[in-house]
């Protein structure tokens, strides 16, 4: 039976790669909720120099209804990040599942092995003369 140990190499890739994956999507998912509470800062700023609040009067600041918009951008935009940090926290989890059973088994065959040897004996070739 052949080593498991380049399938667990490779899991444990896959893992660390998963792992730096989520932990970008966490970050960006900060710094955009961040700039979010900048914009917010700064349209409560516009609207309170110009003390029109509603975004749909006439006279209503174009600068906060540019950050309005970025910040509503930002948002969704969290709430995309939100979705692929789930799946690739899912998919992690289950690659580490995955390790874990691959490792399990290359425990297990590692152990059955010398058992194998013992019960059967050293094998030989049929044409080799025993010494």
Known sequence: MKSREPLIRAKKFQIDD??????????MIADFERM??????????????????DPNHFAYSPLALASRGRRDNLRRS???????RDAAAKTLAEAEAELV????A???DRTAKPELGATRGAWRPLDMPRH
């Open 18 to 27: 998963m792992r730096r994956r989520v932990a970008q999507i966490d970050t």
């Open 106 to 108: 290359d425990s297990l």
């Open 101 to 104: 059973l691959a490792e399990a």
């Open 36 to 53: 979010a509470v900048e914009l917010d800062r700064d349209i409560a700023a516009e609207e309170g120099r110009t003390g029109v609040n």
């Open 78 to 84: 969290v709430d995309d990040l939100v979705a692929q």
